[in-house]
């Protein structure tokens, strides 16, 4: 039996490094370095030996329209198609594409670093910040990333605003898994109550949390006004709570109604 040229082998499945969100690079890079994490990842994977051009080539047949086409598409902020949202960025793409560039371009500069102008000069990039590593062995050239992404933070001078805005998206991402955990408990198995006596060690025996974790999810209750934490008759700071300590946990259940977003999926949906 001879084999049929015509059918294509399996394709490689992408991989996305699980720090990259977390992290914050999305909002500093232009629109490719999402892509081109995920490439790297891939390439990192168990089985792959080559250049990011062979991955390309192997599962795009050589050309990803995420990067722009090939390793040398020129970076960009913004898609260079499609509609544009004129209510919210009335000066125009161009414009804003322009400002990011100065934007970027001097953060990078200020930091000592060349400005990248296509894919492959930021992949490089990624080898310097330490995003990735590159090795040629005896069976060619193998990729890596490190299991804790460095922060944009750590290698360049992040203005203000951008600084509180990924430090609020980290601890959000943080939170966000505890806070959920210990709402499920607070409306499954309790049914919304208004109030609860209990402490740290008690919640957290009941939704798989440690305590920690359980300080956290309340302290982001708090902060965002669905909850209040009260000790006898005076608020409480929830982020000060000792384990044992027991405290009075008061839920506004028609503000965490109005404001939080609740998604359900049905186990054969997942």
């Known amino acids: 039996m001879t084999e049929n040229p015509s059918v294509p082998g399996p394709r490689r499945d992408m991989a996305m490094h699980n720090d990259w969100f977390v992290s914050g690079w999305d909002h500093v890079l232009p629109r490719q370095g999402f892509p081109l994490a995920m490439l790297i990842g891939t390439a990192s994977q168990p089985g792959f030996t080559g250049s990011l051009d062979d991955l390309v080539q192997e599962i795009f047949d050589g050309h990803w329209d995420m990067i722009g086409g090939d390793l040398d598409g020129a970076l960009t902020f913004f898609w260079l198609d499609g509609e544009w949202d004129y209510e919210a960025a009335p ?7 322009a400002r990011r560039w100065e934007q970027f371009g001097a953060m990078l500069t200020t930091a000592g670093f060349s400005v990248p102008k296509t894919v492959r000069d930021l992949s490089e990039l990624y080898l310097t910040w330490g995003l990735a590593s590159r090795e040629e062995t005896p069976n060619g050239t193998r990729w890596s990333m490190p299991a804790a992404l460095p922060l944009p933070c750590d290698l360049l001078p992040l203005d203000a605003e951008l600084t509180k805005r990924l430090d609020g998206i980290r601890w959000t991402m943080r939170t966000d898994p505890l806070v ?10 309790l049914g919304e109550p208004q109030e609860i006596l209990t402490s740290l060690d008690r919640l957290a025996t009941a939704t798989s949390l440690d ?37 009075r946990l008061v839920l506004n259940w028609e503000h965490f109604h109005e404001t939080r977003l609740q998604l359900s999926i049905a186990g054969d949906d997942v």
């Open 211 to 247: 305590a920690d974790e359980v300080r956290l999810a309340l302290a982001e209750l708090v902060e965002s006004g669905d909850a209040q934490v009260q000790r006898g008759q005076e608020l409480a700071d929830a982020e000060r709570l000792e384990a044992h300590q027991r405290f």
């Open 91 to 97: 000066e125009g793409r161009d414009a804003c594409e």
């Open 180 to 189: 959920n955990t210990l709402i499920n408990h607070l409306v499954d198995d």
